[in-house]
């Protein structure tokens, strides 16, 4: 059973980047789509981007241009690089894994990581 581990979150102020990581152990990356959704307090937990296991990506709308997702499979990790980040980018950031192809559904997803707080001040 993969495990997954984020880090790289923190505290950055409006316009900054950040860069999450997710580590996967108890299995390779390389057969699976990797995902990132967000939680912000109080609300539900939203799509963010997915990358197929051959490298494709999707992002959510509303993200196209400040994130990107990319993966090392040599190193089972996979990345979010989040840029020109806004206050309402604050969230819990989660990364998730199923085999081969992305999906932007949740309840597609059986394999999560404990998340990384990402908080944007203006």
């Known amino acids: 059973q993969v495990q997954l581990v984020e880090s790289g979150g923190g505290l950055v102020q409006a316009g900054g980047s950040l860069r999450l990581s997710c580590v996967a152990s108890g299995g390779t990356l390389s057969t699976y789509a990797m995902a990132w959704f967000r939680q912000a307090p109080g609300k539900e937990r939203e799509f963010v981007s997915h990358i197929t296991f051959s490298g494709g990506t999707t992002y959510a709308e509303s993200l196209k241009g400040r994130f990107t997702s990319s993966r090392d499979n040599a190193k089972n990790t996979v990345y979010l690089r989040m840029d020109s980040l806004k206050p309402e980018d604050t969230a819990v950031y989660y990364c998730?894994?199923?085999?081969?192809?992305?999906?932007?559904?949740?309840?597609?997803?059986?394999?999560w990581g404990q998340g990384t707080q990402v908080t944007v001040s203006t």
């Open positions: 998730a894994a199923r085999p081969l192809f992305g999906s932007t559904q949740i309840r597609d997803y059986t394999t």
